[in-house]
């Protein structure tokens, strides 16, 4: 124990800084701050030596978990500036709720290279979605109503869960394709994320009891002491991204999220190659 403490001492100011960088681009553009804290957490654990069998299931249930109190915070500042619809929240609650239940339900089956895999190859679509000049550009003017409509929200909710992450990553460039302007979507998207979140966390804390290989300080696939060091910290940097994301252009927004994500898909799927 004493040497795993030791270990752990000096890579907590390594998750302090994730949790500041997880919480602006939380404000900034709606996706909890997971598809930061995902990948660096899963190297910061490859630091720590932990196997990577467990590996990226303790980095996204771990991330979930610290999605809570930033979706909290980053969905408040956007509510304050009126960029959350509330009438969409009614709408697609219940599905995004139950998706992400059973994205946990898969999840906890998956290897560690088939949930790197899904965060990067679905991180690339949606950055090529974000980069290309689609501005103006939609597929329908409002998302689609009835049964049939339920199964979007469905998959955010599924897919999110098995990235560990808050939904924004992929409900943001959806409900622009459906003519949501985009700081609008992003102010949705951050609380979406609490739907994902809290249920997913439960989720992951109960298929990961008692599994053999994770990290000290875990309660089930959720590492705690990742939890304690980068919550608070994304808590309160949150609002800076929601303050930088009204300075920003639509544009210049979809540029931002678009490079960062292709960042991220390339870190990830060569992380699943090797």
């Given amino acids: 124990m004493g040497g795993t403490v030791a270990q752990l001492a000096p890579l907590a100011g390594m998750m302090l800084v994730t949790g500041a960088v997880g919480g602006v681009i939380a404000g900034l553009l709606g996706v909890g701050g997971g598809i930061v804290v995902v990948p660096v957490l899963e190297f910061v654990l490859g630091i720590l030596g932990v196997d990577p069998a467990v590996r990226m299931h303790v980095a996204v249930a771990t991330s979930l978990a610290t999605i809570i109190p930033t979706s909290i915070s980053s969905s408040r500042a956007h509510h304050a500036r009126g960029a959350v619809d509330l009438g969409l929240l009614k709408q697609w609650g219940v599905a995004v709720f139950a998706g992400s239940i059973v994205g946990v339900l898969l999840a906890a089956r998956a290897s560690g290279d088939v949930l790197a895999a899904i965060f990067g190859v679905v991180a690339l679509l949606v950055a090529l979605k974000m980069l290309l000049p689609l501005d103006g550009r939609h ?105 930088l994301a009204h300075a920003l252009t639509k544009r210049q927004l979809s540029i931002s999220f678009g490079v960062f994500l292709l960042i991220v898909a390339t870190r990830m799927l060569l992380r699943a190659l090797t």
Avoid: C, D, K
């Fill in 139 to 243: 597929i329908a003017e409002g998302v689609p109503g009835g049964p049939p409509g339920q199964a979007l929200p469905f998959a955010i909710g599924g897919v999110s869960s098995m990235m560990g992450i808050g939904g924004g990553t992929l409900s943001v460039p959806i409900l622009t394709l459906f003519g949501h302007p985009i700081h609008r979507a992003v102010g949705t998207a951050s609380l979406f994320g609490l739907l994902i979140s809290v249920p997913a966390t439960i989720a992951f804390i109960v298929t990961g009891w008692g599994r053999p290989l994770l990290p000290v300080g875990s309660l089930g696939f959720v590492n705690v002491v990742g939890f304690a060091v980068i919550a608070p910290v994304s808590y309160f940097t949150a609002p800076w991204g929601a303050r």
